[in-house]
């Protein structure tokens, strides 16, 4: 299967997720809007996602991937086997004991994200049972990212992309029938959303177990003390944990910045978490789309020619992730920059979610509008170091755009509340993108091919007319107090059609050989 066509199904089933992921947003917001109580449940969600992303997608996949790719094309499929069994057995193992830990902490892991959740002690405590009910979230994720890992080492990326749809369906049924029900019972509606959190775990898991089990790759897991012992000895698990010490160092750093981010927002105006997350959910379009389905497709190809020394191909192959983030990253970012508003106001604008919630969501969507480039090159780049088993340089990186960013925020944060914070992310995520690039350039292991030059000049080109037709279209219809829901619907359609009809024509006029451009 081609790279092409691999990242293009990556790329649709992703886009199922984020769609089925906005209808979920969009009847959240409706229904709760952006009040203390989504500030608590956020918070509590984010705190399974936060571990989530540090252990499971971040750190155990960073290292996992990369070894599992260089067993398999050196050591043959039975050695691959066994180095997945070994390492389900120790991740098993650590999950149950940090479920048990989390759900006992659950209000000192609450005050270390929010602490300024405390000035409505409601909403703190709604906060702890939400994060109770959910962090065993994290074990069914966790195995799910190691279900990814080896179904996407053997080129199978549909199961892994497909399922983040699951976990939608299952908190759009629990926002539409769970909340109503526990408010006519007398509970808390907002808690329903934890039922629907779990159960999209579960679902998650369950659709990995039989992809796994054709290819004869389902683990076995022994829990006993021999079973652990052979775990921790064998040297493919002692490598995964060799590599992510650093890894894990450098995906906490992220997180780091995540948590001082959501601590700084929790202490400002009532909404700032849940209007950060709302422009958090449409920023990942784009990111998800894009970034993640070139990082999924590219890593182990990256491993396995690095591997077979094949130093050619693998810098063939970043530059192809590269040109692709140019060629779709710089028109979304210029859609978020000048094209904010309507989106959010067409998107969020309904039931209880307020013209004012509009407007401070746009504005922290701008934000991240700014570092739209640099979020989704990240994708492309860090991976080309950890195809390299090389994790040290981009946690270095990551450390100083942590202090980077923090300045930035207080820089930004006394003037521009909750947007400020979206910047520096953006300002960051610029900052880390440009130091993992110039990495590689100089180690040699990435060489651009020709013509940057040229197509450089092309999207630019392009991305010009977009902003122009943008910026006539967010001021020529009035779309946050526009009554008519279905008609403001109809007219974004249209315009978004129109405006990916502008860029793309003025590439195909300028030059840009686009069926060339995709075969390549």
């Not at 962090?135 to 799910?144: A, C, E, H, Q, T």
């Not at 601590?263 to 894009?290: C, K």
């Amino acid at each position: 299967m081609s790279l092409f066509k691999s990242a293009s199904i990556v790329s649709l089933l992703t886009l199922a997720s984020r769609i089925t992921g906005l209808v979920r947003e969009l009847l959240i917001a409706a229904t709760f809007g952006a009040s203390a109580l989504t500030d608590a449940f956020n918070v509590a969600f984010r705190i399974p996602n936060l571990l989530r992303r540090l252990f499971a997608e971040g750190a155990f996949s960073q290292a996992f991937v990369p070894v599992l790719a260089a067993t398999r094309e050196t050591d043959g499929d039975a050695a691959t086997r066994e180095l997945i069994d070994r390492v389900a057995t120790l991740l098993v193992a650590a999950l149950l004991l940090t479920c048990v830990i989390g759900v006992a902490g659950a209000p000192l892991l609450v005050w270390a994200m929010a602490a300024g959740l405390q000035q409505n002690p409601h909403g703190f405590d709604v906060a702890v049972v939400l994060t109770r009910w959910m962090f065993p979230y994290i074990g069914f994720m966790s195995l799910v990212a190691l279900s990814a890992g080896i179904l996407n080492t053997w080129r199978r990326f549909a199961v892994p992309a497909a399922t983040p749809v699951l976990l939608n369906v299952a908190m759009i049924g629990a926002a539409w029938w769970g909340a109503p029900v526990l408010g006519r019972w007398g509970l808390e509606p907002i808690y329903a959303l934890a039922g629907g959190v779990m159960l999209g775990g579960v679902l998650q898991l369950g659709v990995q177990i039989p992809a796994l089990a054709r290819l004869g790759l389902l683990p076995r897991v022994r829990l006993t003390r021999a079973g652990l012992r052979a775990g921790w000895q064998h040297p493919g698990t002692r490598r995964i944990l060799t590599l992510m010490g650093p890894a894990l160092l450098g995906v906490s750093v992220a997180q780091v910045s995540l948590l001082i981010n959501t601590q700084i927002a929790s202490h400002l105006a009532t909404g700032s978490v849940s209007w950060l997350t709302y422009a958090d959910r449409l920023m990942e379009f784009p990111t998800a789309l894009l970034g993640v389905a070139l990082g999924v497709v590219l890593l182990p190809q990256l491993a396995a020619a690095q591997a077979a020394g094949d130093g050619d191909r693998y810098s063939r192959l970043l530059d192809w992730g590269l040109r692709w983030v140019v060629l779709l990253a710089v028109p979304s970012a210029v859609g978020l920059l000048v094209f904010a508003q309507p989106l959010v106001a067409v998107l969020y604008h309904y039931g209880a979610f307020t013209a004012a919630d509009v407007r401070q969501t746009a504005q922290a969507l701008m934000g991240y509008g700014v570092g739209l480039l640099g979020l989704i090159a990240i994708k492309v780049l860090a991976p080309g170091f950890y195809a390299r088993q090389d994790i040290r340089t981009p946690v270095r990186i990551a450390v100083v755009v942590l202090i980077f960013t923090q300045v930035m925020n207080a820089v930004l944060v006394p003037h521009l509340a909750h947007a400020g914070l979206a910047l520096a992310i953006g300002l960051g995520a610029l900052l880390n993108a440009g130091w993992l690039l110039t990495g590689l350039v100089r180690r040699r292991a990435y060489v651009p091919q020709p013509g940057w030059g040229r197509f450089a000049l092309q999207v630019l080109a392009a991305a010009v007319v977009l902003a122009v037709y943008l910026l006539w279209l967010a001021q020529a219809y009035d779309w946050t107090h526009s009554d008519g829901r279905a008609l403001r619907a109809a007219v974004l359609t249209a315009g978004v059609l129109g405006a990916g009809a502008a860029y793309f024509g003025v590439l195909a006029l300028a030059g840009l050989p686009l069926r060339q451009f995709v075969r390549k």
